[in-house]
């Protein structure tokens, strides 16, 4: 598992990385974690597109980097 700041790091990595694109390549992540049944897996990029969404956005509840 992950911790917080390593989950925001990855959020952060991928906005970086894939641009307006970010969503899609988590999207792509989830498909091919689903196809192989790996729960954890799908859990961890869920709550990195999470953070990604508050990145993306100006969320009020951002934590503070």
């Keep these: 598992m992950l911790s917080e700041w390593e989950l ?9 990385t894939h641009g307006d694109k970010a ?9 091919a974690l689903a196809l192989a049944g790996d729960e954890a897996g799908i859990w961890t990029w869920q709550v990195i597109a999470e953070r990604i969404v508050q990145l993306s956005s100006n969320a009020p509840d951002r934590p503070l980097q």
């Design 8 to 16: 925001w790091a990855c959020a952060h990595h991928v906005l970086q």
């Design 23 to 31: 969503t899609l390549y988590v999207a792509e992540q989830i498909g």
